[in-house]
């Protein structure tokens, strides 16, 4: 077959000239009406902004999924294990059954958008286009660098090094590239987000593109995660033995001091910090705990909620987010709440999440504490009740086809005393897997989900949608960024100011550890709290080497029962009271929908057997 060359009509799918041109905040949600010529698209403005506005498609809708990466890590749990995150959390993930694989961080997928990346810097740089506006080139081109940079971090974060391709392949090109070496990727990178902080400077760009900020994050993210101990080769190959020598350059560095790279990584958090405030970092005592809890909803709410009491100010904390997923018909609350509401509940917290938020006081959470054991859910760390529904919570007015079942508006988990006509009853929970309302998608775990599901009491999860937007990076990252490099690099003093000023803000005291492996160990567990759901946690548990501590552990739930105390009794509708009731809450491990357990293969992806086909030269994965 002949090479496809510039002579040719390539037809390819771009979105409406007409809807980019008019509706700008919905960029990202145009659909295409037909087609147009290839060597068209770049002589008019309309229809190139349209192609570039096409890439950002390959973000999909951030880590709103239906099946969110806190399934694959001891954050939560999938309601509906069938659909392939079972056999990741069970290590029998291989070339040929991948499990659960998200089209944001999957290999075709991404080297689809990496190509569009590369149409647009070729187009642009080469002069072959009819665009007359040097700033309207500038901003393009930005933003192909950044999106080509962002792929390239997703793929080298899940798999290691990858091959770098900067050409645009042709049909009788030889398609077998070798993988480049991880410090090669970084490098990549780094460049990519360098270049578009500079085109993109001084630019002022729709709500939902890139920025110059934003693509210094992404240079602050890939730099800690360089950093890591997964990376550096000493740290790596004292944790993971085996590994073939020739794969080593595709999973760290060769040489070089970590030291270095910290302070790299350091730098480049710092550039970030420099650029803006975040939200409420300027406090030099503890928020109260009701401003704590509030602060951090306000956060995760990114500006889009109206309920009572939210500011809509905390979006500041924000540097580059997808907005508009309502526009995608996307019902995240309904993917995720409360089954008595008329909700999936999909990705529940386990308890592994859930005792590992700290008492208000600072101090650690016990079941062996006989007083907290006794009462789990009180005096927690301010962010645990924006972030966990518990049996208890208040939450909002249920359906009211369901019948005034629940005037309380309280999730439901445990089985209750309660009294009918035939006298003592177990009544199972609204909220739980006997529900009358709905008894087949309640949690296995006990919990629910709260924290990126709009509190507005108007919102019915079940049939509405919400507008909160996914926080692809924040500022308050780049912080911990910043600590983290501060605390390997022994600079504690800087360390422990910025932790204290995320502590702060949630309501929480300052740390009490001096040393740097108390500060190390302060820094993790406050950013698995903060940074929860995020897609934070089953990145951070591979790259700091403790996976096989933390992600491979047994899913843990919690069972709630409500007696009767001695003369005290309820009838219908229940509502917790613990006037009434003697509740009882017995924490469980649970291997029954998921037997997790940990393979030190699954610090990285598989490639597929069928890559691997097409591409003779690219090199599995270790244990694969």
Not at 510 to 519: H, P, R, S
Request: glycine share 6%.
């Amino acid at each position: 077959m002949k090479a496809i060359n510039k002579n040719i009509k390539l037809y390819i799918l771009i979105f409406t000239i007409i809807f980019a041109a008019s509706c700008k905040k919905d960029f990202l949600n145009v659909e295409s009406p037909g087609q147009v010529p290839a060597e068209s698209v770049w002589k008019d403005p309309a229809t190139a902004q349209a192609f570039v506005n096409d890439i950002y498609n390959g973000l999909g809708n951030g880590g709103f999924s239906e099946q969110m990466l806190a399934s694959v890590s001891d954050e939560a749990l999938f309601t509906h294990p069938t659909r392939g995150i079972d056999l990741v959390n069970n290590a029998t993930i291989n070339p040929s059954t991948l499990g659960w694989v998200d089209d944001t961080w999957a290999y075709k997928q991404m080297y689809n958008r990496i190509r569009a990346c590369n149409i647009t810097i070729e187009k642009i740089t080469s002069g072959d286009n009819g665009l007359s506006s040097q700033s309207l080139k500038d901003q393009l081109l930005g933003e192909a660098y950044f999106l080509r940079a962002y792929y390239y971090q997703q793929l080298l974060r899940y798999y290691g090094a990858v091959p770098l391709i900067t050409k645009i392949y042709v049909l009788d090109d030889n398609y077998n590239v070798k993988r480049n070496t991880y410090e090669e990727c970084v490098n990549f990178i780094v460049k990519d987000c360098d270049e578009a902080s500079r085109l993109l400077t001084g630019k002022t760009l729709d709500k939902g593109r890139t920025t110059a900020t934003a693509a210094l994050a992404l240079k602050s993210r890939v730099l800690i995660y360089a950093a890591s101990d997964l990376h550096d080769r000493a740290k790596l190959t004292s944790k993971i033995t085996g590994i073939a020598a020739q794969k080593l350059d595709f999973l760290s560095y060769a040489s070089g001091s970590q030291a270095d790279r910290y302070r790299l990584a350091q730098t480049a958090a710092k550039a970030v910090m420099d650029l803006g405030t975040g939200y409420k970092l300027n406090l030099s005592a503890p928020a109260s705990v009701a401003d704590g809890q509030l602060n951090y909803k306000s956060i995760a709410m990114g500006g889009a909620s109206k309920a009572p009491g939210i500011d809509a100010t905390a979006a500041s904390d924000l540097i580059f987010a997808r907005y508009f997923i309502i526009q995608n018909n996307i019902k995240h609350a309904q993917q995720n709440g409360p089954n008595g509401y008329h909700n999936w509940a999909g990705n529940t917290p386990i308890g592994l999440l859930v005792d590992d938020y700290e008492m208000k006081d600072g101090s650690k959470f016990s079941w062996t504490n006989t007083t907290q054991k006794a009462n789990p859910y009180q005096d927690r760390d301010p962010r645990f009740y924006a972030t966990i529904l518990y049996d208890g919570a208040g939450w909002k007015p249920r359906d009211k086809a369901s019948g005034n079942v629940d005037p309380a508006s309280q999730i439901q988990t445990g089985i209750y005393d309660l009294m009918d006509n035939s006298g003592r009853i177990d009544f199972k929970g609204l909220d739980t897997r006997a529900s009358s309302i709905e008894n087949w998608n309640g949690s296995w775990t006990g919990y629910y989900y709260h924290k990126f599901i709009d509190p507005d009491p108007t919102i019915v999860d079940a049939s509405m949608s919400q507008n909160v937007p996914w926080p692809f990076f924040r500022y308050t990252e780049a912080v911990f960024n910043y600590i983290e490099a501060s605390i390997e690099l022994g600079e504690l003093n800087n360390a422990t100011t910025w932790l204290n000023k995320i502590r702060f803000r949630a309501g929480m005291p300052a740390v009490t550890a001096t040393d740097q492996d108390g500060l190390r160990a302060a820094y993790r567990h406050e950013r698995r709290i903060e940074m929860a759901y995020e897609e934070q946690r089953y990145h951070d548990a591979r790259r700091w080497l403790i996976a096989n501590e933390t992600l491979g552990r047994k899913t843990t739930y919690i069972k709630v029962t409500g007696k009767f105390k001695a003369g005290k009794t309820m009838s219908a509708p229940y509502h917790y009271d613990n006037t009434v009731y003697d509740y009882t809450y017995t924490p469980v491990t649970e291997n029954a929908q998921e037997n997790r357990s940990w393979d030190n293969k699954l610090y990285f992806r598989p490639f597929s057997r069928d890559e691997v086909n097409k591409n003779n030269l690219l090199e599995q994965n270790p244990g694969y």
